[in-house]
């Protein structure tokens, strides 16, 4: 069976580190994608990847490109075109500027990439996926965002620390939008089955769910620009379950049609992912305090898919 090919669209940090993991854990032959005026930056990148790949062992190839028909039917497009935050900017503050990158990335993966799972990385996430979606028409189960790994990733390692156990038994998720108003669900989050208040106090739970919230600020903060190890990790993980078909159980920027009292639009919730893209969107109980963090989250991602709307044509 050939291998299978996995375009990245942008060449910057965090395409160079997707690119890292995608050859390295041997999912398939990587295209490195960016604008023509970046085309030998990210030829560079593949180059210097290629050869680091020669320790690892593993068999694909990356290429660097600035040519859309190098990523001719790729079977996943991971997209992280775009600016990134600088201190002091919300992701919100980026539509303006990340809207028509992300419009020019949608004429060309429908007309080069029809089949392709599609995760969307670029801020904000939830307009931004919404609107590559819409944009290109391809089916909602095939178009998906990557946040909630990500902001669950952070969640669980500040649990695990404060709780002084393996980050491997923490079980937690964060639902909504991907921005300050996210929800870290506390009812659901155990250590292997066992209630987390059982490890942490509340005022302490309070401070992780704040901190969690701003995880991604804080990072802008200190390195002056956004993550990309921990965004690319988590990307990967849902890459690889569709490449995989592992049917994972993630939470990830879906395309909802009423669930969660949200209508045509994405939010973060948790989904199966296997070799039908987004398999399935799981509906859970929620608190009336959850529900309400819901509502409001929810509010947030329309205010920004309304501003995306009006630009639309
Ligand atoms: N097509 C392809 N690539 C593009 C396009 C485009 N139309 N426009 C910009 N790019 C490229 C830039 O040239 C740059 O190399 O996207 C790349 C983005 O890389 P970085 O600036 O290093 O940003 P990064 O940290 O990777 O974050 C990218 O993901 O998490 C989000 O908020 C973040 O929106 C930002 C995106």
């Given at each position: 069976m050939a291998r299978k090919k996995i375009s990245l669209i942008g060449a910057g940090n965090i395409g160079g580190e997707l690119a890292n993991l995608a050859l390295t854990k041997q999912l398939g032959d990587v295209v490195l994608f960016d604008i023509p005026a970046k085309e030998n930056f990210a030829k560079g990148k593949a180059l210097d990847l290629e050869q680091a790949s020669t320790q690892s062992g593993s068999d694909g190839s990356v290429i660097g490109s600035g040519n859309w028909e190098d990523c001719k039917d790729s079977d996943v497009l991971i997209i992280t075109a775009g600016i990134p935050r600088k201190p002091?900017?919300?992701?919100?503050?980026?539509v303006g500027m990340n809207v028509p990158i992300i419009r020019d990335v949608a004429d060309n993966a429908k007309k080069h990439c029809p089949n392709a799972f599609v995760i969307v990385i670029s801020n904000p996430l939830d307009a931004m996926v919404y609107e590559f979606q819409r944009r290109t028409?391809?089916?909602?189960?095939?178009v998906c965002g990557m946040a909630g790994v990500l902001d669950s990733a952070r969640f669980s390692l500040f649990l695990a620390r404060e709780a002084g156990?393996?980050?491997?038994?923490v079980r937690a998720m964060v639902l909504g939008g991907?921005?300050?108003?996210?929800v870290p669900l506390l009812s659901y989050t155990t250590v292997n089955g066992i209630e987390i208040s059982k490890f942490i106090a509340k005022d302490k739970l309070d401070e992780i769910v704040a901190r969690t919230r701003k995880g991604g600020g804080e990072i802008v903060g200190l390195m002056g620009t956004s993550a990309y190890y921990a965004p690319a990790a988590a990307a990967i993980s849902m890459a690889a379950a569709y490449l995989n078909d592992e049917k994972r159980v993630l939470p990830a920027a879906a395309h909802l049609t009423?669930?969660?009292?949200?209508?045509?639009m994405y939010l973060g919730v948790p989904c199966v992912i296997g070799a039908g893209g987004v398999e399935k969107v799981i509906e859970l109980e929620l608190s009336p305090a959850e529900q309400d963090m819901m509502k409001t989250s929810l509010a947030a991602v329309q205010s920004v898919v309304d501003v995306v709307n009006k630009s639309a044509d």
């Open positions: 002091g900017q919300s992701r919100d503050d980026l028409g391809f089916p909602a189960n095939k156990v393996s980050v491997k038994d991907h921005g300050d108003t996210m009423g669930q969660y009292g949200c209508n045509g």
